[in-house]
C-alpha cells in the first residue's frame, strides 16, 4: 500500500498534449476515480502512474520516492486493462499465477494463492480451462485476480466496467467496492462514468482536456463545483447551464439571457456575480431537483415563468423541460400535476443556484 | 437464405472441375513416377494408372543406374535433396526469425518507419535484373556453390515476405496484453518470447511454411548460384536429360514425387496453426 503524488505532470506527444501541469496527492488506502470524458487524458495519466509511459515534465513519487529510474517490471503494480488484457494463449490458472511465477514465487505457496483468488472470485471450475473459453464476465473477473494476486502496492483500473452489461456491471461496482475493502489497496479508477466514480471512490479528480479541473470528495464536487466545468458533468439529470450578460436595470440586475429571456438576480447569488467587478458575462447554474413549482419559499429565490415542453418519466418522478422564450429549464415535477402546454411559474433558488464567469469558467463567489 | 438445389449442385459442380485442374497432373505425375520406361515412353496407349508398377525410376535417381535401363546418372539425388533441405530450412530460419524480430519492433516500438517500404523494395523489382550484381557480389565473398551462400540469398529474398506477414500478425496483438505482462514484473524481452510470440505462433507456423516453400521451389537462385556441391531439387530436375532418350520423365515424376513431401509433411505438422493463421486477421479480438 502506497501513497501517490502527482507532481506537476506534464506529457506531450509531439504536438499534442495530453496532460498538462496535472498536480494530484493520493493518500495511502484511497480509492480515487479519474473522472472525464474520452480524449481527457486520464488513461495518459494512469499509463504514467503505472510508468507505461514517461512523463515529460514533472515528477510521480510514491511514498516520497520518485519512480522515474524504477522499470515497471520492479514498480509492483496492478493493472486491469479496459480490455482485460487476458493472456488466451494460457490457461486460467497459468493467467492467476503467471505473476507469481514471474517473481520466483514457491510452488505450493502460488498453488494455494492461485486456489485462494480463484474461489474469491469465483472461477475456481474455470482453473483448468483455456482463457480464451471465459465469457466477458469471467474475463473481468479474472483481470481483477491476476492483478490482486501479486498484492501490489497500488491498484490501478482503466475502465474496467466499460465493456459489461448493464446488470453485471451494476453487481461488479459494489464488488469493486468490497474487494476495494478486502485488499485495502490504494487504488486508481479510470471512468468516464459520473456515476461510478461517485458511487465508488473517496475521492474524484476530474480531468479535461489533460487539465485538472478539481479534485475532492464526490458530494464536494457535486454541491460545490469549482468550474462551469465540473458543473454541467456531474450531475444526473445535469444541472442547468443558462448563458446571458449582466445588465444593471433601474436598481435590479439580470441576466440577459441568449434566448431572450431574463433572470432577475436576488440574494446569494447577485451577490456572487457581483464579487468581482470585472464580468460582463455570466452562467447561471442550477441543478433540476433544486427548482421547485408554487409559492416562493424564500425571500430572495427567484420566479420564472415556462411552458410545460415535455414531460419524461425518470423512474418514480418525472422531469419537466419548461421553455422560458427560447431558454430550457428542466425541473422535477414535484407536484405532478404539471401537463404539456401548461404556463407555469417556477421558482430558482437564490441560495442553491451557481455563478460562474462565462469566459473562464471559473465559479463566482462560492462558498 | 437457402440456396437452391441447382445453385448448390453448380456451386460443387465449380468446386470439382477447379479440383480437377489441380489434381489431374498432379495424379498424371505420381502415377508416371511409378511406371516402367516403356509405359512412359509409349506415344500409343497411354494409360492413366502404371500397367506394371514398379521402383525402376525412384532405384534410377537414388542409385544412378537401374535394373532394364541401359542409361545411367552422374549424379543421384541425395546430394541436391541434402542441398536442398540445407539452404531452404536455413534460408527460411534467416528470413523468419529476422523478419519477425525487425516487425516486432516496427510495430510496438515504432523503430524505423521507413523499413516496411525498403524491405518491400526488395520485391519490386524482377529478380533477374538484380541477378547478375548478385552473382558478382556473392562471387566476391566466396559464397557462390557454398550451402550458407545459397541460404543467405534465400533468407533475404524472402525475408520481405516474412517481415510483412508477422508485422500483420503483431499488429493483432493488443498492446495492453504486453502491457498487462510487463506490470506483471516481465522485461521486455520476456514479454517478446513468453508472451506474444507465443500468442502469434500460429502466424509464424503459417509464415514459415509459406518462406520454406517459396525457397524449397526456388530455380533461378540456386541456378545461378550453385555449380556443383550446393546444386537444388529444382536446378538438379532440369538436368534429368539423357543424349540417348531425352527428357526423362518417369525419373522426373518420381524427382517431384519426392520434392513434393517435404512441404506437405511440413504443412500436416503445422496443420492446426495452419487454419488460424491463415484467417488470423479476419477474427475479432
Known amino acids: ?367 | 437464405m437457402k440456396p437452391s438445389p441447382g445453385a448448390l449442385a453448380l456451386k460443387y459442380l465449380f468446386i470439382l472441375l477447379a479440383c480437377a485442374v489441380v489434381l489431374y497432373p498432379l495424379l498424371w505425375m505420381v502415377t508416371m513416377a511409378f511406371k516402367p520406361y516403356p509405359e512412359w515412353t509409349t506415344v500409343a496407349g497411354l494409360t492413366w494408372l502404371p500397367q506394371d508398377p514398379t521402383w525402376q525410376n525412384f532405384e534410377f535417381i537414388f542409385r544412378g543406374h537401374a535394373e532394364g535401363l541401359v542409361v545411367s546418372l552422374d549424379r543421384t539425388i541425395t546430394g541436391p535433396l541434402i542441398a536442398s533441405l540445407v539452404t531452404s530450412i536455413c534460408g527460411t530460419a534467416l528470413a523468419v526469425v529476422s523478419g519477425t524480430l525487425a516487425s516486432y519492433a516496427v510495430v510496438r516500438f515504432g523503430l524505423a518507419q521507413s523499413l516496411p517500404l525498403s524491405v518491400l523494395q526488395l520485391r519490386l523489382f524482377p529478380p533477374l535484373a538484380v541477378m547478375i550484381p548478385v552473382m558478382v557480389m556473392w562471387a566476391f565473398i566466396g559464397a557462390v556453390d557454398t550451402w550458407w551462400g545459397l541460404s543467405l540469398i534465400y533468407g533475404i529474398v524472402t525475408l520481405p515476405f516474412a517481415f510483412w506477414l508477422m508485422k500483420t500478425f503483431f499488429e493483432e496483438v493488443p498492446v495492453e496484453i504486453e502491457d498487462a505482462a510487463r506490470v506483471s514484473g516481465c522485461s521486455y524481452w520476456r514479454v517478446f518470447y513468453r508472451i506474444t510470440l507465443p500468442i502469434v505462433k500460429p502466424g509464424l507456423a503459417t509464415c514459415a511454411l509459406f518462406v520454406f516453400i517459396l525457397n524449397w521451389s526456388d530455380y533461378l537462385l540456386a541456378l545461378m548460384l550453385t555449380q556443383k556441391e550446393w546444386v537444388t531439387l529444382p536446378v538438379y530436375m532440369a538436368t534429368l536429360t539423357s543424349a540417348m532418350g531425352g527428357q526423362m520423365y518417369g525419373m522426373k515424376a518420381a524427382l517431384g514425387v519426392i520434392a513434393a513431401i517435404p512441404p506437405v509433411v511440413f504443412g500436416l505438422m503445422i496443420q492446426k496453426h495452419l487454419v488460424r493463421g491463415l484467417t488470423f486477421g479476419a477474427l475479432k479480438q
Do not use: W
Not at chain 1, 30 to 49: D, H
Not at chain 1, 145 to 167: H, M, T, Y
Not at chain 1, 172 to 178: Q, S, T
Not at chain 1, 214 to 231: H, K, S, W
Open chain 1, 1 to 367: 500500500m502506497s501513497s501517490i503524488q502527482i507532481r506537476n505532470v506534464t506529457k506531450r506527444f509531439g504536438e499534442f498534449t495530453a496532460v498538462r501541469d496535472l498536480s494530484i496527492d493520493i493518500e495511502e488506502g484511497e480509492f480515487v476515480a479519474l473522472l472525464g470524458p474520452s480524449g481527457c487524458g486520464k488513461t495518459t495519466t494512469m499509463n504514467m502512474i503505472a510508468g507505461l509511459e514517461d512523463p515529460t515534465e514533472g515528477q510521480i513519487l510514491f511514498d516520497g520516492q520518485d519512480l522515474s529510474g524504477l522499470r515497471i517490471q520492479d514498480r509492483n503494480i496492478g493493472f486491469v486493462f479496459q480490455n482485460y488484457a487476458i493472456f488466451t494463449h494460457l490457461s486460467v490458472y497459468r493467467n492467476l499465477s503467471y505473476g507469481l511465477e514471474v517473481k520466483k514465487v514457491p510452488k505450493p505457496e502460488i498453488e494455494r494463492r492461485v486456489q485462494a483468488m480463484a474461489e474469491r472470485m469465483s472461477i475456481s471450475h474455470r482453473l483448468d480451462q483455456p482463457a480464451s473459453s471465459l465469457s466477458v464476465n469471467e474475463m473481468q473477473k479474472l483481470a481483477i485476480g491476476r492483478s490482486a494476486i501479486v498484492e501490489p502496492r497500488i491498484f490501478l483500473l482503466d475502465e474496467p466496467l466499460s465493456n459489461l452489461d448493464a446488470g453485471f456491471r451494476a453487481y461488479m461496482r459494489a464488488e469493486l467496492k468490497v474487494l476495494q475493502h478486502e485488499f485495502g489497496q490504494t487504488m486508481i479508477y479510470v471512468t468516464h462514468d459520473q456515476i461510478e466514480a461517485m458511487s465508488l471512490a473517496d475521492k474524484i479528480a476530474i480531468i479535461d482536456r489533460g487539465r485538472l479541473m478539481q479534485y475532492g470528495a464526490p458530494l464536494d464536487i457535486y454541491n460545490d463545483p469549482q468550474n462551469r466545468f465540473v458543473a454541467n458533468f456531474v450531475g444526473s439529470p445535469r444541472m442547468n447551464l443558462v448563458d446571458g450578460e449582466l445588465r444593471e436595470e433601474r436598481g435590479t440586475l439580470k441576466l440577459m439571457l441568449h434566448g431572450g429571456a431574463e433572470i432577475p438576480l436576488s440574494g446569494k447569488v447577485r451577490v456572487d456575480f457581483t464579487c468581482d467587478g470585472s464580468v460582463h458575462g455570466g452562467s447561471f447554474g442550477v441543478r433540476p431537483q433544486d427548482i421547485y413549482f408554487g409559492e416562493k419559499r424564500g425571500g430572495d429565490d427567484i420566479t420564472m415563468t415556462g411552458k410545460v415542453e415535455v414531460l419524461e418519466r425518470v423512474g418514480p418522478k418525472r422531469l419537466a423541460y419548461l421553455q422560458v422564450q427560447d431558454t430550457l429549464f428542466v425541473a422535477f415535477d414535484d407536484l405532478d400535476r404539471l401537463r404539456v402546454g401548461d404556463e407555469v411559474p417556477f421558482c430558482l433558488p437564490s441560495d442553491k443556484s451557481l455563478a460562474f464567469d462565462i469566459d473562464t469558467g471559473r465559479r463566482l463567489g462560492g462558498a
